[in-house]
């Protein structure tokens, strides 16, 4: 065992001496380009819009809520009644503001406006575009999500900011969940025209507006999750687990 312990050291000198890359580095993403036979790298951008007002609660929930709450106020102290009466007798001054709170059911879900953000409050929504996208059969308009071709960013993060920004007009209202994607997939084509690729899903959100101008697309949708998988049939059980939505 000693023997071997100088062969190590020097070892481990000389791989501390060697210059190492992050895993999103420019380098590593060439390299991974060239391990996919000169295969494109596409990233992809799961825009969503996360609840508004709180879900409802559902029936069992509820129920045992209630339940802990009656059973809360068999053993709940008794306090005098001169020491409650000073919260109702406070007087109101400027401050006091009635509350209203908005409706659940907006005009929007009445006329199932799926291009309007203001509609399933109590659910998240995500972006998807109809037009032109790569690796799309026949070069046919397809629903897909704001993507862009890696070509020479930096990152594969760059990559999907130029995405979305090409269809938001810029990324003021916008936050990207980390640097790395969330998910991938890699796509085999039948098509020959077009070699087989992988697509590189990354996560941004909705930050401080309720309207975009978007653009570079036929037509847009904002979707639930249920809704979103109507439109991909042949990759429901991918999406079903990347995007993981609970209520």
């Not at 109101?92 to 009635?98: M, T």
């Amino acid at each position: 065992m000693l023997s071997r312990l100088p062969a190590t050291v020097s070892l481990l000198r000389r791989s501390l001496r060697e210059p190492r890359g992050f895993s999103s580095s420019a380098s590593s993403v060439l390299a991974s380009s060239k391990e996919t036979a000169d295969g494109k790298l596409v990233a992809s951008v799961l825009f969503e819009r996360l609840p508004i007002v709180i879900p409802k609660i559902h029936p069992v929930v509820y129920a045992f809520q209630e339940f802990s709450f009656r059973w809360r106020q068999q053993y709940r102290r008794q306090y005098p009644e001169e020491v409650l009466g000073k919260a109702d007798a406070r007087g109101k001054g400027d401050y006091h503001i009635d509350y209203v709170p908005a409706p659940r059911i907006t005009e929007a879900d009445k006329t199932n406006d799926r291009k309007s953000l203001q509609r399933a409050l109590d659910n998240k929504l995500y972006l998807l575009l109809y037009g032109n996208a790569y690796g799309a059969p026949d070069g046919k308009p397809v629903w897909h999500f704001p993507e862009k071709v890696y070509e020479n960013e930096e990152t594969m993060r760059l990559c999907a900011e130029a995405a979305l920004k090409s269809v938001l007009g810029g990324l003021d209202h916008t936050y990207f969940v980390g640097n790395a994607p969330m998910a991938h997939m890699a796509v085999e084509q039948t098509d020959s025209s077009v070699s087989p690729f992988k697509r590189f899903f990354f996560k941004s959100q909705v930050v401080g507006t309720t309207k975009y101008h978007i653009g570079k697309c036929k037509d847009f949708a904002w979707v639930t999750k249920d809704e979103l998988l109507e439109y991909f049939p042949e990759n429901k059980d991918f999406f079903n687990k990347m995007i993981i939505h609970i209520r």
